[in-house]
């Protein structure tokens, strides 16, 4: 019977261990990534998430891209993206967005986007229209879309996921329990069935979980067997950082071997590839989940 974790006293949990120290980012290579973000006028999850491989992945020259504006329609908890009503979208980003791609020779691109729940179709034809003409622009770029709920418009979802794009995902980012505190406007079962939709329509499937949210062990492995059933084949797992003081806290920090434990149990489950470690992101060596 595996133990459930100790919740450590405050102290603790505000000193943030050693494996979670990450470099600056720096070197010519970033630069250049960062003058063609700001010349294209683009979002990045990776500057409005505080991800904290921006360093290593913008001095490998790539990023992942953010669409349909940088103002998000849901106010979940974890999450360092602001909260408004978004401004009309830019009809022209597709096109930027694959121009820049183009410049940056990106060989595997990401795309991703806030929650647009105010839009009728959830900003679905944006998200069609952007892997198109990445795909007529640069046809040897292979391309991940991390798409949001689409809160069960499940036409918006088909369009999302039809453009040619490799590998989508969703993120359930939490074990149920936590939905209502985490994810306050969306649901775990219907997320789950997101995930079964898209692997439906013949789409390879990842989703990406938060650790140190409160969670115990059971629960993780409760979410990996959901979602296994549902056919998932990608899980990524990382530990939560607190954006601000305003957002959920820290209530572990998970240690390294904790996360090679969760991997072997993930595999074990039937997930086929497993990307787990203290700062493992959505996005993190995200094209070696092509072919897996």
């Known amino acids: 019977m595996i133990e459930l974790p100790v919740i450590p006293s405050e102290q603790q949990r505000k000193k943030r261990p050693d494996w979670l120290r990450v470099k ?71 096109r930027r967005v694959a121009e820049a791609i183009v410049l940056m020779k990106v060989k ?44 069960g418009n499940w036409e918006s979802l088909e369009r999302m996921i039809s453009a040619g794009q490799e590998v989508v995902s969703h993120n359930m980012e939490t074990v149920e329990r936590l939905y209502r505190r985490v994810r306050p406007q969306a649901r775990y079962e219907r997320s789950l069935e997101q995930i079964r939709r898209t692997k439906a329509y013949g789409q390879r499937t990842k989703s990406g979980i938060m650790l140190g949210l409160g969670e115990t062990h059971d629960e993780v492995f409760k979410a990996m067997d959901d979602l296994a059933a549902n056919g998932l084949d990608v899980l990524t797992l990382g530990q939560y950082l607190q954006p601000t003081k305003m957002h959920h806290e820290v209530i572990e920090w998970i240690h390294p071997d904790t996360f090679a434990m969760y991997r072997e149990e993930g595999l074990r489950r039937g997930l086929k590839y497993v990307e787990s470690g203290p700062l493992v992101r959505s996005s993190y060596h995200a094209e070696k989940h092509v072919n897996v």
């Open 24 to 94: 600056l980012p720096i070197g010519p290579e970033y630069a250049k990534v960062r003058k063609l973000v700001d010349e294209h006028k683009l979002h990045t999850i990776c500057e409005s998430g505080n991800c904290p491989n921006m360093g290593e992945c913008w001095g490998a020259g790539t990023a992942t891209f953010m669409i349909l504006g940088n103002v998000c329609t849901r106010s979940c908890t974890f999450c360092a993206v602001a909260t408004g009503r978004p401004n009309e979208y830019d009809t022209d980003e597709p």
């Open 108 to 151: 595997h691109a990401v795309i991703t986007s806030v929650n647009r729940d105010e839009l009728k179709d959830r900003g679905a034809e944006i998200w069609y229209q952007t892997v198109r003409l990445i795909k007529e622009a640069s046809p040897t770029t292979t391309i991940e879309t991390l798409i949001p709920d689409t809160k």
